[in-house]
């Protein structure tokens, strides 16, 4: 007797609507963490709300074609939980990074020297965005930490790509306004 092996087109079905996550969404969970952490400068609070956006796309996989550009639609969720989560924690945005975030994030393996001083200028780029407007700070993390096109942010912040240009322009000048504060 020969035995058959047989594949259940469930089974493919499943993997298949499993690639998605595993081709587009996990490979973002970075990226979309830093974009909650730049919210709610809280780094416990971003994991929980990048946990909670997983969940929520995991279990409604069945709709993700639908969706036109998956990524766009996950940054825009994750911009609004974060901005959701903020205003029920009342948390102020000017909180310093704290020292062992910092190391996630400016890592330099050169002379500690160097190290020191490349955290300071860090420390104070993050001073000056944090004095920008929130919609400019918004798209100024987007477009400069995270390298989205103007494309990509206009549908993630569900505004005009001119508005983009117009929000990035002014953040830009501000920023140069505010560093040359500092040098002086």
Known sequence: MHTRVTFFPVNRHLIMNNEPFHQIIL????RLFRLAYGIVRDREEAEDILQDLLLKL?????EWHDIGNLEGYCFRAIKNMALDRLSSMAVRKTDA?????EDLYF???NSPHHAMVIKEQQLLIERCIEELPENQQLTFRLREVEGMSYREIADTLDIS????????????KKMKELLAGYDS
């Open 161 to 172: 790509e001119d508005l983009v240009k117009i929000s990035l322009f002014r953040a830009r």
């Open 27 to 30: 490979p973002m969970k970075d």
């Open 107 to 109: 890592v330099d393996n």
């Open 97 to 101: 990074i704290e020292r062992e975030q």
């Open 58 to 62: 995991w279990s409604r996989k069945e």
